[in-house]
């Protein structure tokens, strides 16, 4: 099956911007999707088709593609913003879908 | 407002059997395919079940085929999971999802997710 890989961890101070990528081969054939994640919450998709924003998602939230690798960008980071994020795309195969490992994005 | 709420995790026995359920409102239940996403503590999301919207396609990931069944009752808005043949590695929190595009066969991606629900397999 497909794999993704992220980076564990990303740290940004107040204001700044984070860049989380997200590589893998299927990401040449399929769209990718983003989820944040909150300790003890659900996952909240913020990124869809690799760089649309769905309704209610702040526009500092953004998604960007470039060959197998995607890209979330968080500009203007803010304090809430601290949590887990999981990039995700259907399976090559058609029938299944995939998750990165998730990144754990810290606000200084 | 989509709201689904998972229900009938617990603590089982290794190799017992559980049905897990979602209760799904605030959209037409019976046009979305829907999806079942585990979570182990402290580590990531893994998908594992899908269900077209008619109940006419399933898929699996290949770690639960053969031991778990997914179904769904339109007429009551309901998903079920049911776990058979527990494994200490199938401790998880389990999310449903509602497949974000209608008519789909296959998983794509998912726009809503509930809350989650513990199942604890452990002697």
């Known amino acids: 099956s497909s794999e993704l890989t992220q980076p564990p961890s990303v740290s940004v101070s107040p204001g700044q911007t984070a860049r989380i990528t997200c590589s893998g081969d299927v990401l040449g054939k399929k769209y990718a999707y983003w989820y944040q994640q909150k300790p003890g919450q659900a996952p909240i998709l913020i990124i869809k088709?690799?760089?649309e924003r769905p309704s209610g998602i702040p526009e500092r939230f953004s998604g960007s593609s470039s060959g197998t690798t995607v890209t979330l960008t968080i500009s203007g980071v803010q304090a809430e913003d601290e949590a887990d994020y999981y990039c995700q795309s259907p399976d090559i195969s058609g029938s299944s879908y995939v998750f990165g490992s998730g990144t754990k994005v810290t606000v200084l | 407002e989509v709201h689904l709420e998972e229900s009938g995790g617990r603590l089982v026995q290794p190799g017992g059997s559980l049905r897990l359920s979602c209760a799904a409102s605030?959209?037409?239940?019976?046009?979305?395919?829907m999806n079942w996403v585990r979570q182990t503590p402290g580590k990531g999301l893994e998908w594992i079940s899908y269900i077209s919207s008619s109940g006419s396609y399933t898929h699996y990931a290949d770690s639960v085929k053969g031991r778990f069944t997914i179904s769904r009752d339109n007429a009551r808005d309901s998903l079920s999971l049911q776990m058979n043949s527990l494994r200490a590695e199938d401790t998880a929190v389990y999310f449903c999802?509602?497949?974000?595009?209608?008519?789909?066969?296959?998983?794509?991606?998912?726009?809503?997710w509930g809350q989650g629900n513990l199942v604890t397999v452990s002697s």
């Open positions: 605030g959209f037409t239940f019976g046009d979305y395919s």
């Open positions: 999802a509602r497949e974000s595009t209608v008519g789909t066969t296959a998983p794509i991606f998912s726009d809503y």
């Open positions: 088709k690799d760089s």
